[in-house]
């Protein structure tokens, strides 16, 4: 059945933690929290987990309600941000802690089959024998895993796991903690502030922001349908692009003007355009660097301002008229700073938000 939260608020000294938060998890899930530091998603995590209790509001695990049940009773595991082991131990043995303390008994045959299984899954058998401050960061990190997967549990939470490894490591356990935990069952709750963590890893994504959750659901609904500008632009990689765009009617055509060079034609979605100030979103791969055949795309003036080559592809940020913006080149390309380039915008391609109540008014795809 999975895991519900209703309408759970949380305060520390007087400051909103969270504010009327519900969500269901269903079996199977893979639910990431997303949200800049101090949106609540850690504080949700860890009530969900027990280690925290809300002000107000009730947790259910499989339709029974766990709010007063001390962590110590609940049938999970927890993964912290931090590399928490025990240094006394070999790596070995911190794996197979929970099983040496668990009510089920299990036969020294059972435990090693089980941590060396555990350990080639995540690539730690050369180092059974080390204690913790004789491996790696990667490695501490992934004993920390290695000892929450062992655990034969229902739930599984994770806090921020791969904040403190670099960025070779993360990409590597990303797609490693994907399959382990795919394989798991149970559901899956994982809090980071990171897009790319959620956009490799998740099947739904709840985001968070100054203690409210603004929008949860399947993966592919948040990021193709942002309810809130700030959703739509934190969960997108690179960001999404945002403009100010105000409503111009002239001659029969209703058209946003962004800048004087970048007006977009709204007329077939003027019935749906009832105020006169937007937000305009682009994602940075929708921007282009020439004129991709000539689709009706509108060009622009910029200035280069930061090229990043990023693997295989190119980060550009140019600045337009005031404006700074994000273009994403799938090709390794070198342009020096102060560089004068068109970039082209494709209007069909755009998230309209509502300038006042930044909810999301209309896409120009489908």
Known sequence: ??????????????????????????DGAFVTLLGATGAGKTTLLRIMAGIDRPDKGRVFYDGKDVTDVPVQKRNISMVYQEFVN???????????????????????????????????????TAVLNHYPEEVSGGQKQRTAIARALIKDTRFIFLDEPLANLDYKLREELRGELKTLLQQKGGAVVYATPESVDALSMSTDVAYFEEGRLLQYGPLQEVYHNPAYVEVGAYFSYPTMNIMEADKVTEQGKTSLSISDEIRIDVTDFRDRLQVQQYLVG?????????????????????????????????????RHQGLVLVVLMQEV?????????????DPSRLFIFDRETRQLVLKTFS
Do not use: C, W
């Open 282 to 318: 682009v994602r940075a791969y929708n921007l282009y660097t020439s004129s991709q055949n000539g689709r009706g795309l509108i060009p622009f003036t910029a200035t280069v301002e930061l090229a990043e080559e990023l693997g295989s592809d190119t980060e550009l940020h140019v």
């Open 333 to 345: 390309a070198r342009f020096p700073i102060g560089t004068e380039i068109t970039g082209y915008l």
């Open 86 to 124: 025990y240094p006394s131990m070999t790596i070995y043995e911190n794996i197979a802690s929970p099983l040496r303390v668990s009510k089920t008994r299990y036969s020294k045959t059972d435990i090693d089959k089980q941590v060396r299984y555990h350990a080639e899954l995540l690539g730690l």
């Open 1 to 26: 059945m999975g895991i519900g939260v209703f309408n759970i608020e949380k305060s520390y000294e007087g400051a909103v933690a969270l504010n009327d938060v519900s969500m269901e998890i269903e």
